[in-house]
């Protein structure tokens, strides 16, 4: 299953660092690395509420490298509008770097969408190594349709196409992602129209 997006706010402390802050409660993890240099639309965590997980992304228009604020554990309960960490201010070209599509964003040809990978494992894009592939470029897919497996620590998992963002039925453009690849959270696995 496709996860949602959601934005976190922001806003400038006293010392002129920008504070990112939690848009609301819930399970925070997998935060980007101190000293890294994110942009607007850069993943900068997942986001847990109850059974419900929520990519975390920068809004546009905000760059910087992260500074302190990094939680100490995996995972850290935060509340609405707490700070998660802060962002030291960079100078113009590290800000057009930070906000360069491929650099937290998908440079995606227009009227197309990206399906991305739920979580972190291996993809795999038959059920059986003699099996034909779940989709192929020029199939069409519909919402709730089988279009691989990740594996995850012996345990296979069917992804379904869909989620916000994709329309319920598209056609496969292109396959980003080889047979038995290890992929994270947010790799590109196909492009769809």
């Known amino acids: 299953m ?9 806003e400038t402390d006293a010392d002129g660092k920008l504070c990112v802050l939690s848009p609301a409660v819930g399970w925070w993890s997998d935060p980007p690395a101190g000293g890294s240099l994110v942009g607007g639309g850069s993943r900068i965590g997942e986001l847990l509420q109850l059974t419900q997980r929520h990519e975390l992304l920068l809004p546009e228009g905000v760059a910087g490298r992260v500074a302190d604020g990094l939680p100490a554990h995996s995972r850290s309960a935060v509340e609405y509008g707490q700070t998660l960490f ?4 960079v100078d113009a ?3 057009e770097a930070a906000a360069a599509p491929g650099h937290g964003q998908l440079d995606l ?20 190594p003699d099996q034909e592939p779940f989709v192929d470029v020029g199939d069409e897919v519909a919402e709730g349709q089988p279009i691989g497996l990740i594996e995850v620590m012996k345990t296979f998992n069917q992804i379904a196409y869909g989620g916000m963002g ?10 980003r992602c080889a047979d038995g690849t290890e992929v994270s959270a947010g790799d590109l696995l196909l492009i769809v129209k």
Do not use: N
Not at 2 to 10: D, H, N, Q
Not at 109 to 128: E, L, M
């Open 2 to 10: 496709a996860r949602s997006r959601l934005i976190a706010r922001t």
């Open 166 to 175: 994709l329309p319920q039925r598209a056609r496969v453009l292109e396959v």
């Open 93 to 95: 070209a590290e800000g």
């Open 109 to 128: 040809p227009s009227g197309t969408y990206a399906v991305v990978a739920p979580t972190d494992g291996v993809f795999y894009r038959r059920s059986a």
């Open 86 to 89: 802060r962002l030291a201010p």
